[in-house]
Each structure stands twice: as C-alpha cells, then as structure tokens.
C-alpha cells in the first residue's frame, strides 16, 4: 500500500490589528516554497508581547484576517486563539492545532522581529518539537541567525530556516497610525479589510473599541 504524505500545514500567527500585505505574502511565499497543502492565520487572544497595550477586540481582527484570506483556497482562519480564555502563549497555540490535526506537519511561520525574540519565548525548546520553524525576512529587522543555529544546535537541521522573501515594509502599527490620522492605508492592506476599518471605525480615538 503505497504511504499517504504527511499534511504539510503552515501556521501564521499574529496580532493582526490589522491584517496587512507583508503578511499575505509571508504566508505565500512560505507555502510556495515548502509545497503547503494550507497556510493557517492564528489571530492571537490577548497578545503577551502586548500586554500594557492596547488591541482592537479579537472579533474585529479575526473578521478581517477572514475577509484578506477569504479568495485565497490555501488560506484559512483559526479561532483557536481568540477562544482560548487567557493570554496567548505560541505553544498552546501549537498544541492545540497538533491536537487537532494529529497526522499533519506544522510549520509555523515568523517574520524576521518575532524570529529574534524567540529565545525569550516561553518552552522554546518544546516549540521546535511541535512545529519546524520558518522564519522570513523583514525590512528594518536584522536577524542573528547564527546566535539562533547555536541554541539550535542540538535539533534537526530542518527546525528552523530562514528565506528571503519581497521586502514590504508595512506594519500593523503604521496602518493604525495612518488610519487614526485619517491618512490612506489603501493597497497597504486588502480592499476588504480598508472597507471593514472605515465601517467599524476603528483606530479612531475615542471609539472605544479595544482590548487591554
Ligand atoms: P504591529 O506593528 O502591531 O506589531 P505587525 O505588522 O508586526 O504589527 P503582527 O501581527 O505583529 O504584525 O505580526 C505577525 C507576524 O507577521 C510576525 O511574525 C511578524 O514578524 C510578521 N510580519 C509582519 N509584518 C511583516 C512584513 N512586512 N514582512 C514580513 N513579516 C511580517
Ligand atoms: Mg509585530
């Protein structure tokens, strides 16, 4: 009997507040370049890294992390995060998505600033058994990649590798700066998700929409 291939599934995790053209392609050069059979958004729940600070409501990101990924069928959206009662902690992240597709190979995919903080990451270590990592190059971000192969030392050659992918030096935080300003963020994200900004104001001061 001739051996299914293992799922390859692609996990992209992030804030998304809002979801932007770097992470599309991110997402779409990683899957070109390892044959993914899916990429999966993981819309974060309270964010860790951003304790202290302030987010638009789960809702909201992961409506439009659905409406940038929605023509895409490779691409799909995950609550697993955003249902998760308690702050959001990339190893349950995987733990749950292992959990749920058991047979398939994550490969969880970062852009070069989450990359370089990844040794101060909770139970690193227990990440890269979880998932192979891909990270991807970012403008502004310079990534140490042999600091990061020295921790590796001891895991498979294929745990971490590190392409280069179009410089798009967009950011989630300018888009919010942009928009609170009530400057252009068109063809920095998707049609949709520009529309779904205007329509639930967000990023507006004083609209009192977010999550500390
Ligand atoms: P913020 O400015 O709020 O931190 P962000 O643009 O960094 O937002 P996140 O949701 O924090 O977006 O990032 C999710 C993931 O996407 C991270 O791994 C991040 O490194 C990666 N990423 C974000 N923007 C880019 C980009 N322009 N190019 C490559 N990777 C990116
Ligand atoms: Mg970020």
Redesign the pocket.
């Known amino acids: 009997m001739q051996e299914t291939a293992r799922r390859k599934l692609g996990v992209?995790?992030?804030?998304?507040?809002p979801v932007?053209h770097?992470?599309l392609?991110?997402a779409s050069e990683v899957a070109n370049r390892f044959d993914l059979d899916e990429v999966i958004f993981v819309p974060t729940g309270q964010p860790w890294q951003k304790a202290g600070k302030t987010v638009s409501p789960a809702e909201d990101r992961y409506l439009m992390t659905v409406i940038a990924t929605a023509s895409n069928p490779r691409f799909s959206v995950s609550r697993a995060d955003i249902d998760r009662d308690k702050v959001t902690y990339t190893v349950d992240t995987l733990r749950d998505l292992q959990n749920q597709y058991p047979d398939a190979e994550l490969y969880f995919?970062?852009?070069?600033?989450?990359?370089s903080n990844i040794l101060t990451w909770q139970d690193w270590s227990e990440l890269f058994e979880l998932a192979k990592f891909v990270g991807?190059?970012?403008?502004g971000y310079e990534l140490d990649v042999d600091h990061l192969e020295e921790h590796l030392r001891d895991s498979p050659a294929d745990a971490l590798t590190v392409i280069e992918?179009p410089a798009?030096?967009?950011?989630?935080?300018?888009c919010?700066r942009r928009a609170a300003e009530g400057r252009p963020v068109w063809y920095l994200v998707p049609d949709g998700v520009v529309q779904y900004i205007s329509k639930r104001h967000l990023y507006v001061p004083g609209n009192g929409k977010v999550d500390r």
């Open positions: 992209m995790g992030g804030t998304f507040d932007h770097g992470h392609v991110a995919i970062t852009g070069a600033d989450a990359l991807v190059t970012r403008p992918i798009l030096a967009i950011s989630s935080s300018e919010r």
